[in-house]
């Protein structure tokens, strides 16, 4: 085998610029590998992240009827308590499992904000100010201003909501609604705080304010629409579910409650769980396919041009195995280095553009406001990514050479030294 591998280490550098040209395709596909992978890898993580910071967090408990009218940002339909004591003893029960960080509730409602002549709708959102900066950091988005405060009557507006309407923060706006009975309610905050997030739901569609004030303003003592409850990371997400459903089934059993893990929360993030992987996997191959159909067509010309050379080989004792493992032995040195060469740069580059972000506000701006996408995304690299690149485009090398191996095997020796 050694004779064979210096063999092929000849051979390969007898004919430079071909070598060079299969590396050269060799090393691109691997670091067009690295390179995707983590550029899709951030991406998917960052709006999964989003999602459930911003959200769905890792479980959410709500009504099921709640469930089907979501959309309608219904309040018939409250999360308030075990039997109607108020949700804050559920949260605080929530909050005790096993693997739960934090248990809290949100309330969500359709607002209209007003400035003079101006008027916009927004999401309203009443929430616990301390359990939202602790989990969220909501405050990592305020540009100016400062979050909302407990029992005071204050908004945090989106940049855009807030160029909208023509104010700045420090300013009075009013806000519109259907409290809980269906009455129409309006009521005087200050704009304590300016969210400049980048996605388009925080920065025009959003109004956040205190949980208790908006309570009061809606006439839903303590309900909320939903409980958020937060593990370590959503991988405790059906672990924590399945706590809370067995503690639902024994406290509320006829309250129709239900433990919504985060992949369940809707379609677009069912789609990224169930699907977005794997097809971005089968992107990652083509890509790799690409770089070995050179290979493959190199070595085609090569058996082509060596006949004379396979057959003196034949004729000097070479078992068809040793030529078909001389043929391989090349490919394998050319894979070999293109892939680690092309796995380093990858890794590399996208380690540099993990630090500095890739700005994809250009793509973000014809997407729905309600798909959390980040308009500055920053690629994740891992030592899985390199590998993943390394071997599959090593792999794919060997493959693409096999074929043209076995066809120069295959060559009688008389009639390969005839075709000089």
């Not at 983590?38 to 960052?46: R, S």
Request: hydrophobic share 50%; proline share 2%.
């Amino acid at each position: 085998m050694a004779n064979l591998l210096r063999i092929a280490w000849r051979n390969l550098l007898r004919s430079r610029a071909r070598t060079l040209l299969s590396l050269g395709a060799v090393l691109i596909g691997a670091a067009v590998v690295v390179l995707f992978k983590g550029f899709t890898d951030g991406m998917i993580n960052t709006t999964l992240q989003n999602y459930i910071e911003l959200s769905s967090g890792h479980v959410r408990v709500i009504k099921e009827e709640y469930r089907k009218k979501e959309r309608l940002l219904t309040l018939s339909h409250p999360v308030d308590g075990f039997q109607g004591e108020g949700y804050s003893s559920m949260a605080r029960a929530f909050a005790q499992l096993p693997g739960v960080e934090r248990a809290f509730g949100r309330l969500r409602f359709g607002a209209l904000l007003a400035k003079g002549e101006e008027t916009h709708g927004a999401i309203g959102i009443g929430v616990e100010p301390a359990a939202e900066e602790a989990e969220v950091r909501l405050s990592r988005f305020i540009d100016q201003g400062r979050f909302v405060r407990e029992g005071q009557k204050e908004l945090v507006l989106g940049r855009v909501l807030l160029e909208k309407l023509g104010l700045r923060v420090g300013d009075k706006v009013t806000l519109v609604c259907n409290d809980s009975f269906g009455s129409l309610r309006a009521a005087t905050y200050t704009v304590v705080g300016r969210l400049n997030s980048g996605l388009r739901l925080l920065d025009e569609g959003v109004a956040y304010l205190p949980l208790d004030v908006a309570q009061n303003l809606l006439r839903l003592e303590g309900g909320v629409t939903e409980i958020v409850v937060y593990g370590e990371d959503e991988r405790d997400a059906e672990r924590i579910q399945k706590a809370i459903q067995a503690m639902l089934h024994e406290k509320a059993p006829d309250r129709g409650y239900l433990a919504v893990p985060w992949h369940e929360h809707n379609a677009f993030i069912s789609y990224l769980v169930s699907n977005a992987r794997a097809i971005y996997f089968l992107i990652y191959a083509f890509v790799v396919l690409l770089a070995s159909f050179v290979i493959f067509n190199t070595f085609l010309m090569i058996v082509n041009e060596r006949k004379r050379e396979i057959g003196l080989l034949g004729a000097m004792g070479f078992t068809q195995k040793e030529i078909l493992y001389l043929f391989l032995a090349e490919a394998a040195i050319i894979g070999l280095a293109g892939s680690l060469a092309g796995a380093t740069a990858g890794g590399l580059i996208t380690w540099w553009l993990s630090s500095i972000g890739l700005d994809m506000s250009v793509y973000a701006t014809g997407m729905s406001r309600e798909v959390l996408f980040s308009p500055v995304m920053y690629p994740e690299i891992s030592a899985g990514s390199v590998l993943l690149a390394f071997f599959l485009s090593w792999g794919a090398s060997v493959l693409a050479g096999a074929i043209p191996a076995r066809q120069a095997a295959r060559l009688d020796p008389t009639q390969a030294l005839r075709s000089l």
